[in-house]
């Protein structure tokens, strides 16, 4: 698999419990919501973590980044786009976009993931979830 060109989205409201003392997301939340968006990109595409985990393949973040661009607030609707940008058999690498109701990009992000089996060795995805991914 190479370049991937399937986004997916879904969106979420900003809780309380994820702002701080002035009322702005807390930063670590971005990357929490980009693990959601990443979650319902593989469940749109037929393919669910616990799936891959049942057949003895794990998904491990090996490097995440963020930019943040403008500050969220409580009760925001933030819709995360999220993209499969690489895969080759052993590594995958997602892009998100966070835009707000006002359609104004909060954050974006990367994420680099490798693939072990049970005994954590370095493996190559199977070529039916591969498959999934694509469609």
Do not use: C
Not at 7 to 34: C, I, P
Not at 57 to 86: C, G, N, Q, W
């Amino acid at each position: 698999m190479s370049e991937g060109t399937t986004t997916r989205n879904f969106t979420l409201t900003v809780r309380y419990a994820e702002t701080d003392a002035q009322g702005v997301v807390h930063h670590a939340n971005y990357l929490t919501w980009f693990d959601e968006g990443r979650s319902e990109f593989l469940s749109q595409q037929g393919l669910h973590y616990s799936d891959m985990e049942r057949d003895g393949f794990f998904v491990i973040v090996a490097r995440a980044t963020v930019d943040y661009r403008a500050p969220s607030f409580y009760e925001d609707r933030i819709t995360i786009a999220t993209t499969l940008v690489k895969g080759r058999g052993r590594m995958l690498e997602f892009i998100y976009q966070a835009t707000n109701q006002n359609g104004i990009l909060v954050a974006e992000g990367r994420t680099r993931h490798l693939v072990l089996d049970r005994k954590r060795r370095l493996v190559s995805m199977p070529d039916r979830f591969i498959q999934l991914l694509l469609e």
